[in-house]
């Protein structure tokens, strides 16, 4: 082996053994706070994307398949609800529910739906995912139709 080879070969070496830690510690932290809070669940949204961010292309999808106990729609999920402002806005206010599956449904309300909800109590703590769905449903269904007034 050459001195290229054995210098290129160590450059690998080190960037495969920088890259794995990193995976391992998002793991290890997204796996903690996953099932906790309506904070630890926007926190786990956040490492998500913070991961994502520094890891090198395709690292990412491994960390999710090889070191999280979920999938990659579920990685989807947590970050769309870490990036909403207003389950962000509303984190410790204590009327969110701290399930992620009906955070996530809360994410599909338009801003005044969400807000008049909140102040009403039909978003609570206690909600849970086939109510939100059928919360959404029922407002969109509510809406006029195009082409009709």
Known sequence: MS???Q???ADVMSANSIAQ???TKYAQRITACQRKSVESIIECGRLLIA?????KHGE???MIENNLPFKRSTAQALMKIAVDRRIAKYQHAGCLP?????LVKLTQLPDAAFEARIADGTIHPGLERRPAVELIETYFS???KKGTR
């Open 3 to 5: 001195d290229i080879q």
């Open 7 to 9: 210098f290129a070969g």
């Open 21 to 23: 830690p990193a995976a």
């Open 51 to 55: 991961a994502k961010d520094e890891l």
């Open 60 to 62: 990412f999808l491994k």
């Open 98 to 102: 701290a399930h992620w599956p009906t």
């Open 142 to 144: 509510s809406l006029p």
